[in-house]
């Protein structure tokens, strides 16, 4: 069953791998904070983790957390309701 709770997790871990995604780009681009190095780290550490005989590159860290972001969107009910303009 899906509750408020488990939407509310949901939606707490989407926002957080959005915020990583953002702290890709900033470490990418220069300009990043220590903070944003910090999630860029525990990415790429969670990819060696998970999948050792992947490619470990910032690029595939990055990849990862795109995925984990997809998947986490399409569990949510409150990510998949249209956006009101």
Do not use: Y
């Not at 509310?8 to 989407?14: N, R």
């Not at 990415?43 to 005989?53: G, I, K, N, V, Y």
Request: aromatic fraction near 4%; hydrophobic fraction near 40%; charged fraction near 30%.
């Amino acid at each position: 069953m899906h509750t408020v709770e488990h939407e509310w997790e949901l939606h707490v871990a989407i926002l957080d791998l959005e915020e990583t995604i953002r702290a890709f780009d900033r470490v990418q681009r220069g300009g990043a904070s220590a903070n944003d190095v910090k999630r860029v780290q525990r990415a790429m550490t969670d990819l060696l983790e998970t999948s050792p005989d992947d490619d470990f590159t910032m690029e595939a860290a990055r990849q990862n957390v795109e995925r984990a972001h997809d998947q986490l969107c399409a569990q949510s009910v409150l990510h998949r309701l249209p956006v009101a303009n």
